[in-house]
């Protein structure tokens, strides 16, 4: 079975402090994709990134960067030089390829910035 | 471009009626879902669709029908609404299944 953990419910830091979201997963299949969704707080939801099982690079865009680890089953978002407008709630999400199209989302993480 | 459409945006039901959520989307994309937001639950996936005419069960499909017809429809049917589908419904499509979704702006049903 499939299934993403988001273990921070909540975090809050200053405005220009980095931040760290985990996302940890469970698959038994081998390849798989990883997503992260932003969701502020006016409500939509919005797509971020994707990564499949295969690359392990991490990727970096603006002051938003991604470390996916295979060997801890981790694919963890950092945000640098925190802003007020990163407030939001981020989700995790798993797509694996022999669960048909069914993505699993985490819990997801409320990030609260503070100026 | 519209992207991904929702009809409602609000609505209130009250328990044992049934009614049905609208998605439609104009990117011809091929895969659609069905997703609930809870609080502290992130999103649990309801049904979704592979392609017209294929539809499949997701996390949580009990009290829920999903059909179909057309790529670019996928409206999601409460068949006798129960104060636990009290949530916010969202639609998401892509065009590839490996690809990130793009979702509608939500119904946020309240059933009393």
């Known amino acids: 079975a499939q299934k993403v953990t988001q273990a921070q419910t909540e975090i809050s830091v200053v405005e220009k402090e980095d931040v760290t979201l985990d996302c940890v997963y469970e698959t038994r299949d081998t390849t798989y994709y990883l997503f992260w969704y932003k969701q502020p707080p006016s409500g939509e939801l919005v797509f971020l990134i994707r990564r499949n099982s295969f690359d392990e690079q991490n990727e970096i865009s603006g002051r938003y960067s991604w470390n996916f680890q295979k060997s801890t089953s981790s694919f963890n978002f950092t945000i640098t030089a925190s802003q007020v407008v990163d407030s939001a709630v981020y989700f995790c999400?798993?797509?694996?390829?022999?669960?048909?199209?069914?993505?699993?989302f985490g819990a997801g993480t409320r990030l609260f910035v503070k100026a | 471009n519209a992207g991904v459409t929702q009809t409602p945006k609000f609505q209130v039901l009250k328990t044992g009626q049934s009614m049905t959520l609208q998605c439609a989307q104009d990117m011809n994309h091929e895969y659609m879902s069905w997703y609930r937001q809870d609080p502290g639950m992130g999103l649990r996936l309801i049904h979704y669709?592979?392609?017209?005419?294929?539809?499949d069960q997701g996390e949580v499909p009990n009290g829920y029908n999903v059909s179909r017809s057309t790529t670019e429809d996928f409206p999601l049917r409460l068949l006798s609404a129960a104060p636990s589908q009290t949530s916010v419904y969202f639609c998401?499509?892509?065009?590839?299944?490996?690809?990130?979704?793009?979702f509608g702006s939500g119904t946020r049903l309240t059933v009393v």
């Open positions: 998401a499509s892509t065009k590839e299944d490996l690809g990130g979704y793009t």
């Open positions: 999400a798993l797509r694996a390829y022999t669960g048909g199209f069914k993505t699993i």
């Open positions: 669709s592979v392609g017209a005419g294929i539809t």
